[in-house]
T-cell receptor, first 113, second 109 residues
Framework: EAQVTQNPRYLITVTGKKLTVTCSQN?????MSWYRQDPGLGLRQIYY???????DKGDVPEGYKVSRKEKRNFPLILESPSPNQTSLYFC????????????FGPGTRLTVL | GQSLEQPSEVTAVEGAIVQINCTYQ??????LSWYQQHDGGAPTFLSY????GLEETGRFSSFLSRSDSYGYLLLQELQMKDSASYFC??????????FGKGTMLLVSP
């Protein structure tokens, strides 16, 4: 089954404790992206990657890091989480950027205390 | 940068037709997408317009006018299961898919 998976689905952590949210897709997509969703703000792009070893900042990159060492994986790293990073996070992938269908993962609900 | 405006909420009854509008201000605009999201679940793709005009997919249609920086999603024969949030999103080339803040559609019996 073609899908995007994220882990963990739910996470409660404390300020300053480094964490990684994994994202994996099995569709051989080149383009992957991370979004955060907050009430009333829609989805905002954090980082995106056009291919292996090619990443760039989206609209809200502060406090986040990413890496793309393999085509299928695109982990999101929070080196020192803060309460304002409490949010619902989605990973997405597509064949190409510039429009068309993006496939979203099920989401990771993160709470930083 | 890019920004999109859409109504925050729309209500309708089963069987009706509803139109959700989206206006955008962008640089390097490639096209307009629409996504549906049920209650915090994963957004799912509905349609994409790169060219002016109407795209029809079953009960859903999407329209784009580049000259007016405007698009809409038309939902026909509304069903209860169509109650969800709907997002327009503009694509700006290689990188960005910028989403509007979403329209919550409430379908009542």
């Amino acid at each position: 089954e073609a899908q995007v998976t994220q882990n963990p689905r739910y996470l409660i952590t404390v300020t300053g404790k480094k964490l990684t949210v994994t994202c994996s897709q099995n569709m051989n997509h080149e383009y992957m992206s991370w979004y955060r969703q907050d009430p009333g703000l829609g989805l905002r792009q954090i980082y995106y990657s056009m291919n292996v070893e090619v990443t760039d900042k989206g609209d809200v990159p502060e406090g986040y890091k990413v890496s793309r060492k393999e085509k299928r994986n695109f982990p999101l790293i929070l080196e020192s989480p803060s309460p304002n990073q409490t949010s619902l996070y989605f990973c997405a992938s597509s064949l190409a950027s510039g429009g068309g269908e993006q496939f979203f993962g099920p989401g990771t609900r993160l709470t930083v205390l | 940068g890019q920004s999109l405006e859409q109504p925050s909420e729309v209500t309708a009854v089963e069987g009706a037709i509803v139109q959700i509008n989206c206006t955008y201000q962008t640089s390097g605009f490639y096209g307009l997408s629409w996504y549906q999201q049920h209650d915090g679940g994963a957004p799912t793709f509905l349609s994409y317009n790169a060219l002016d005009g109407l795209e029809e997919t079953g009960r859903f249609s999407s329209f784009l006018s580049r000259s007016d920086s405007y698009g809409y999603l038309l939902l026909q024969e509304l069903q209860m299961k169509d109650s969800a949030s709907y997002f327009c999103a503009s694509s700006g080339g290689y990188s960005t898919l910028t989403f509007g803040k979403g329209t919550m559609l409430l379908v009542s019996p």
